[in-house]
Every structure is written in structure tokens, then in C-alpha cells.
């Protein structure tokens, strides 16, 4: 299986680590975030992984190159410009190849129970061109999906904000928080290059287009224990998340 690890962002929010880091390998317990990331996707059987760099991209080659993590692992290099996930993904399809088979993206700042093969699988018997891991627990934005579970928009519960323009919620709708985690074949990367094209871009910006075509489904997986560590507040908890995640 062939899997994506989504680290070229400038982890803003984590200052000031990423003043002189990148995002990717900021330590939980000791351990790089991307080495975490590495070892479970290897643990579920993943033996293929691209990461992309932009932000103190020489960093993560030298970290990446330093050991032997078991697995098949290519660089996507964006250092010359931050193309953001959805751009990110289309300038890696040729390492990807998702011809062959979907390809699972994988957030850098996210910790885990996640049953990455059980989601890999979901998806690959499905029709749609994207299956996103989503669940029920607290976020301020949350994906909104039909009976059927496929996806129809975002809401900001913030501020009460729904995308894309013009959406109407309703009674037989229902809502879940993204985990970061999603499958993607290669129907979508082509048909997210040709409306959005190769620059940088976010991926929801595909998934909450008027203009897609292919359906995109979301997988509840009950009880999923997540935690994203992109900022301050949930690092600081990350210690004890992870006690959690292993115990």
C-alpha cells in the first residue's frame, strides 16, 4: 500500500520551534512527529511512502536519509514554492502513481488510533474518488454529509459559516470532524488538476467544489482517539494523548 505524508507546511502556529524547525519533525515523547507518522503507517502495511518538503526541507532529507525506517520512501520537493495539500498531491501523482492503487494522505501533525488499512480498504470498495476518515468528536469545523455519507459541505461552528456558497443545511444531514486522514485514487488527482490546475491550492477547495463531478464519501470510524499537535495547546497534551494511544 502506498501512502502520502502531508509535511511541507510552515507549522506557523507551533512558533517558535519552526523558526528554526520544520513542523514535521517537532518531538512527541522524544520521537519526530514524522518518524510517529512513519512506524504506524508501516505498522498497517504500508511499504511505500512519499513526504513533501518545503519548509527547512533539507532538515527532513537529512532526518529521512539518517536511518532505515523499512519502508520505500521518496521525496516531493516543493521548496521552491508551498503548494498546500491539494496542490501538494497533484505535483506528487507521478510518485504516487494511483493508477496502480488509492493513495492515503496522512496530516504530519496528527496522533492516532486510526485503522489506516481498514480505511484504505473501505474506500477501494467503494465508487468514490475519495473516502475521508471522519468522527464524531468536538471541533469548531466540521464536514457535512448525507444519509448516504457523502459529502455535501464545511460549517464553520464558529461562526455559523457553511461552504460552498450558497449551501443549505437541513434535518437529514449530519456532521463529523476531519481527521487529516483521507483516500485519494487517481480519477481525483486528475480531475482536481484540471479545475483547480497544478498551483497551490487546499484539497477541501476540490472537495467543496460545485464543479466536481466524482463523489467523495466519509468513513466514521466510532471512538476514534485523534489528536492534532499543530499548536501549542495540543502539544502540550501530546505526552499524554500518546500514553493513551499506546496503553
Known amino acids: 500500500m502506498k501512502a502520502m505524508i502531508l509535511a511541507a507546511g510552515l507549522g506557523t502556529r507551533l512558533r517558535p520551534w519552526t523558526e ?3 513542523k514535521a519533525l517537532v518531538p512527541v515523547k522524544g520521537v519526530p512527529m514524522l518518524e510517529r507518522v512513519i512506524v504506524k503507517l508501516r505498522g498497517e502495511g504500508f511499504d511505500m511512502i512519499v513526504v513533501n518538503v518545503h519548509h527547512f526541507a533539507d532538515q527532513i532529507r537529512d532526518f529521512l536519509s539518517s536511518r532505515d525506517f523499512g519502508v520505500r520512501i521518496a521525496v516531493s520537493d516543493e521548496s521552491g514554492c508551498l503548494l498546500d495539500t491539494g496542490g501538494g498531491l497533484v505535483k506528487a501523482k507521478n510518485l504516487l502513481d494511483p493508477e ?3 493513495v492515503l494522505v496522512h496530516n504530519v501533525d496528527i496522533l492516532s488510533d486510526a485503522s489506516l488499512r481498514t480505511l484504505v480498504e473501505k474506500h477501494e470498495a467503494s465508487h468514490d474518488v475519495a473516502t475521508l476518515l471522519v468522527s464524531d468528536r468536538v471541533s469548531e469545523r466540521k464536514l457535512v454529509f448525507d444519509g448516504d455519507m457523502a459529502l ?3 460549517h464553520n461552528i464558529k461562526d455559523g459559516r457553511y461552504r460552498p456558497e450558497g449551501f443549505v443545511a437541513s434535518e437529514d444531514l449530519r456532521e463529523y470532524a ?3 486522514i483521507h483516500v ?3 480519477e481525483m488527482l486528475r480531475e482536481m488538476e484540471s479545475l483547480l490546475g497544478n498551483g497551490s491550492f487546499p484539497v477541501m477547495d476540490y472537495y467543496l467544489s460545485a464543479r466536481r463531478q466524482g463523489r467523495v464519501g466519509g468513513w466514521v470510524q466510532r471512538g476514534l482517539r485523534l489528536i ?5 495547546a495540543t502539544l502540550s497534551q501530546a505526552d499524554a494523548v500518546l500514553d493513551g494511544l499506546e496503553g
Open 20 to 22: 528554526h524547525h520544520p
Open 100 to 102: 496502480a492503487r488509492p
Open 152 to 154: 455535501r459541505g464545511w
Open 178 to 180: 476531519f481527521s487529516g
Open 184 to 186: 485519494v485514487g487517481a
Open 228 to 232: 492534532d499537535i499543530g499548536k501549542p
